[in-house]
């Protein structure tokens, strides 16, 4: 199975910070790789997928980067909605496994 | 508009079964392979199983393999989880979620608001 790494994971900021959340696979998925937010209590939604695309109604704010086994989640400025948890996962292979999660809180 | 609504949870106890269910609406369920993601609580998001649009190719976590069972209906727009010889550990919030695609990349892009499966005694 390919393993998923984030980092870190737990991360403090304010409002209008720039954040960046890393994703590092144990093995090269080229850019089968998803990003998903989660909070309390609700359904995760998808964000980014295939690394860098912009999933349908998510603000421009999000963006993602990276292939082989490095990726990376950027949130140029952080709003008030955007505090919550956040996995990657590949698609690649079989388990499509996610990552343990980011949770991002408010400083 | 499309929605997924996860049915069919509940207190069981271990050795014991539970069938899930999953209603679809508002999509061509026919077209899109789909998934069960379930999350332990407080613990992150672990996926469990998957079929395709004819059924012809089905995975299943090692955790679950042997135990569980996934199909689908595409008459009925339903999709499906038997669980069997339930553990503790199963005790999870069971998601069902579409997989999208785009350009041969595949995503979860519809997901159900889940459904709660606790095993105890």
């Known amino acids: 199975d390919i393993q998923m790494t984030q980092s870190p994971s737990s991360l403090s900021a304010s409002v209008g910070d720039r954040v960046t959340i890393t994703c590092r696979t144990s093995q090269s998925i080229n850019s089968y790789l998803n990003w998903y937010y989660q909070k309390p209590g609700k359904a995760p939604k998808v964000l980014i997928y295939?690394?860098?695309s912009l999933q349908s109604g998510v603000p421009s704010r999000f963006s993602g980067s990276g292939s082989g086994t490095d990726f990376t989640l950027t949130i140029s400025s952080l709003q008030p909605e955007d505090f919550a948890t956040y996995y990657c996962q590949q698609s690649y292979s079989t388990p499509h496994t996610f990552g343990q999660g980011t949770k991002l809180e408010i400083k | 508009e499309v929605q997924l609504v996860e049915s069919g949870g509940g207190l069981v106890q271990p050795g014991g079964s539970l069938r899930l269910s999953c209603a679809a609406s508002g999509f061509s369920f026919s077209s899109y392979n789909m998934n069960w993601v379930r999350q332990a609580p407080g613990k992150g998001l672990e996926w469990v199983s998957y079929?395709?649009?004819?059924?012809?190719?089905?995975f299943y976590a090692d955790s679950v393999k042997g135990r569980f069972t996934i199909s689908r209906d595409n008459a009925k727009n339903s999709l499906d989880l038997q669980m069997n010889s339930l553990k503790g550990e199963d005790t999870a919030v069971y998601y069902c979620?579409?997989?999208?695609?785009?350009?041969?990349?595949?995503?979860?892009?519809?997901w159900g608001k889940g459904t709660t499966v606790t095993v105890s005694s």
């Open positions: 979620a579409r997989e999208g695609y785009e350009n041969y990349y595949y995503y979860m892009d519809v």
């Open positions: 295939a690394a860098f």
């Open positions: 079929i395709s649009i004819s059924s012809s190719t089905i």
